[in-house]
């Protein structure tokens, strides 16, 4: 059985910094590319930062923020995330797809607040 969990979410100042976490299992982690999306109330879902064997990417409104990393020992794919903006809150959702499969899973996401 599929599990994809992110953890790790919470209230911070702007400026502030939190690490995100999504723990998975019931899939070969290792072959799938990772990533962690964002969505903000009212807005679409967009593509925060992505990983796979040739490394990570980053939307231009986070590159030089935030760090994505995955540690395939323990299933794991973190999001670290700095000098956090208001613009910054959303749910963060973690992504696992197969590049050649067409399989995705989804977790159900943690709430990032960025406020004063």
């Known amino acids: 059985q599929v599990h994809v969990v992110e953890s790790g979410g919470g209230l911070v100042q702007p400026g502030g910094s939190l690490r995100l976490s999504c723990a998975a299992s019931?899939?070969?982690?290792?072959?799938?590319?990772m990533s962690w999306y964002r969505q903000a109330p009212g807005k679409e879902r967009v593509l925060v930062a992505a990983i796979g064997s040739a490394g990570g990417n980053y939307a231009d409104s986070v590159k030089g923020r935030f760090t994505i990393s995955r540690d395939n020992a323990k299933n794991i794919v973190y999001l670290q995330m700095n000098s956090l903006k208001p613009e910054d809150t959303a749910v963060y959702l973690c992504n696992a797809r197969h590049p050649f499969l067409s399989i995705d899973h989804w977790g159900q996401g943690t709430q990032v607040a960025v406020s004063s």
């Open positions: 019931g899939f070969t982690f290792s072959a799938y590319r």
